[in-house]
């Protein structure tokens, strides 16, 4: 199964997102710097996100996006499936009925062996992703990777992110 490149992106974004204040928010755009993708193409995804109800999108002049709710709240699963549809990756097609000589429909009452062997996996590779939230990626402080990371999208944020005006 091959995701596309905006899952990536977006599981980032949200790691990203995760260290604001509660109402601050980002710009796509510096969503884009950081992460070194295109701004237009990112765009789609956040509001895919947004839509999904994973991210809540701020307009105005100190606006961007901000998670939609807690991040010990938002799977992996929710994101992945806000991108790539709630479809199953697999999709059988019945080859088994084509060819010369198919066989009768009464054979074909129940899903074949390897619709059954590839939708198994597909609850299988969800119950995964379903275990892990966006809170658990974000920063550990065990690893010296990890300090690195939290380190740079500190300083990432502190620039970035925006806040509404004290009144």
């Known amino acids: 199964m091959k995701l596309g490149d905006g899952v990536e992106q977006a599981i980032h974004c949200m790691l990203m997102l995760s260290g604001l204040q509660p109402d601050g928010a980002m710009p796509a755009a510096a969503l884009a710097e950081y992460h070194g993708v295109s701004t237009s193409y990112l765009l789609k995804h956040l509001q895919a996100l ?34 790539e549809g709630a479809g199953p990756a697999f999709r059988c ?19 074949c062996a390897v619709t059954a062997a590839m939708l198994k996996a597909e609850r299988a590779y969800r119950d995964e992703l379903r ?9 550990n402080p065990d690893t010296e990777l990890g300090n690195a990371i939290a380190g740079r999208s500190c300083a990432f944020r502190e620039r970035h992110e925006r806040r509404p005006a004290a009144s």
């Open 50 to 83: 947004a839509g999904a109800g994973l991210l809540t999108s701020v307009p105005g002049p100190r606006g961007g996006y901000r998670l939609g709710r807690l991040a010990e709240k938002i799977t992996l699963l929710d994101v992945v499936l806000a991108l």
């Open 93 to 111: 097609s019945e080859i088994r009925q084509r060819g010369p000589d198919p066989l009768p429909q009464k054979f074909f009452a129940k899903p």
């Open 131 to 139: 275990k892990v939230s966006i809170a658990e990626l974000a920063y």
